[in-house]
């Protein structure tokens, strides 16, 4: 590992880097903010992804711009002997499916993400004695990431206190890593906008901002709470809210809020623009994956954190509870979200600016917007070497 110098390899080939995870959100976007990151450091690498073809990394990272090779790939964790028997099976045709890619393109280095897709693509670069690192999100791991940990080169914490599921010697805390579009002061890509406008300007320029979303398919806790809340806000000034509901639910969501100001309400499916929708927003409700957090915590916005109750290991809960501590969140737990908690919640906070724009301070302090850099440079020296000068416009983070 780390034999060849940086200008052979680069005078041979471009660095070429594997991405493999996926099956939500919290899985693709951590690998889409270290290629972004990847990239910057060396323009003529070549970046790929590896997933399936059911989560949402077949949406995201086309959308990015990016390739992405699709492998047999299915969870096993808490599942039934069937389901546990399609793991094994689909393991092996992902193995073996996971092989010929790799001696098809050839990467230098595998980043595994998270998720069951990203088990048979490590596995099959161990095989092949391909530099290997993990990124893990949550203060809890994986399933994935636990049975991956003994292959890696290198594990990069999200949460300095997951380091005990790990091998000390191959952990570096970096922090999560966020897209640039993330990033104070910078506009989304215009990959990255969305095809309908955002609220108007009077709902920008007239009281709270509020944005309320859970993951890809939404969260019906969440969805029923704001359903409840029409006729209580209706009783006294409403904020303007955006509204992620999961496609499920959109068109139960659209009816409920018929009869609000429209320049003052939007609902949709999915957000795939979240820089824009964060940025808009003075106070966000949402679950407390990691991902989600690190991308409020970069942008300074104060949350009303929401924990999914039957996330593996209850990590959101502990993700959230930490947040609430350093003051950047409240947290309420899923079965005590009613309507009526919804609003008392949000109008308390709206009333005192103060504490608002404390949490927001506290979220900002929480951020780690360096992270996808760093683990861009510990990623490339991993394969290039640990003296290698590397290519591109990079400069060392601390």
């Known amino acids: ?19 493999a995870g996926g099956g939500t959100g919290g899985h693709v976007y951590p690998g889409l903010a270290v290629a972004e990151a990847v990239q910057a450091a060396a323009p003529r690498a070549e970046i790929r992804f ?33 389901a ?30 998270g998720g069951y897709a990203s088990a048979p693509i490590m596995a099959a670069a161990r095989l092949r004695s391909i530099p ?18 003994r292959w890696a080169d290198r594990i990069y914490l999200g949460f300095a206190e997951s380091q005990q599921y790990f091998p000390e010697k191959s952990c570096l805390f970096t922090g999560n890593p966020v897209r640039a579009s993330f990033s104070r002061g910078q506009k989304p890509s215009t990959a990255e906008k969305e095809v309908s406008p955002c609220l108007s300007a009077n709902a920008n320029d007239d009281g709270l901002r509020l944005l309320i979303f859970g993951g890809s398919r939404g969260a019906r806790t969440l969805n029923n709470a704001a359903k409840g809340a029409t006729a209580l806000w209706q009783r006294q000034p409403c904020p303007a809210i955006w509204l992620q509901t999961g496609p499920a ?45 690190a991308e409020l915590h970069v942008l300074g916005k104060p949350a009303v954190l929401v924990p999914f109750p039957h996330a593996t290991d209850d990590h959101q809960l502990k993700n959230a509870r930490a947040c609430e501590e350093a003051g950047a969140a409240v947290v309420v737990t899923n079965d ?10 949000v109008e308390s906070l709206a009333e005192d600016s103060a504490r608002l724009q404390a949490m ?11 992270a996808a850099t760093k683990i861009a440079q510990d990623l490339l020296r991993l394969t290039l070497g640990e003296d290698a000068v590397l290519p591109g416009e990079y400069k060392d983070v601390p």
């Open 50 to 82: 590896a997933g399936t073809r059911r989560g949402l990394e077949a949406i995201l990272v086309p959308q990015a711009g990016y390739r992405l090779h699709t492998v047999p790939a299915s969870g096993f964790r808490g599942l039934g002997p069937l």
């Open 336 to 345: 005590a979200l009613t309507p009526q908690v919804l609003v008392d919640t």
């Open 1 to 19: 590992m780390g034999a060849m110098s940086s200008g052979a390899k680069e005078t041979a080939r471009p660095l070429r880097v594997l991405v």
């Open 249 to 293: 639910q959109k068109e139960e969501l659209v009816a409920a809020y018929a009869e609000f100001p429209q320049d003052r309400v939007r609902v949709t499916a999915y957000i795939f623009d979240m820089p824009t929708a964060l940025a808009w927003a003075d106070l966000a409700v949402c679950r407390a994956g990691a991902m989600t957090l």
């Open 132 to 149: 290997c690192a993990l990124q893990e999100q949550n203060t809890i791991p994986g399933s994935a990431n636990r049975l991956l940990a």
């Open 84 to 113: 546990r028997l399609r793991f094994l099976l689909n393991f092996a045709a992902g193995l073996v499916s996971s092989l010929w890619l790799l001696a098809r393109w050839r990467p230098d280095v595998v980043l595994g993400t």
């Open 360 to 370: 927001g301070q506290a979220a900002a302090a929480l951020a780690r917007p360096e």
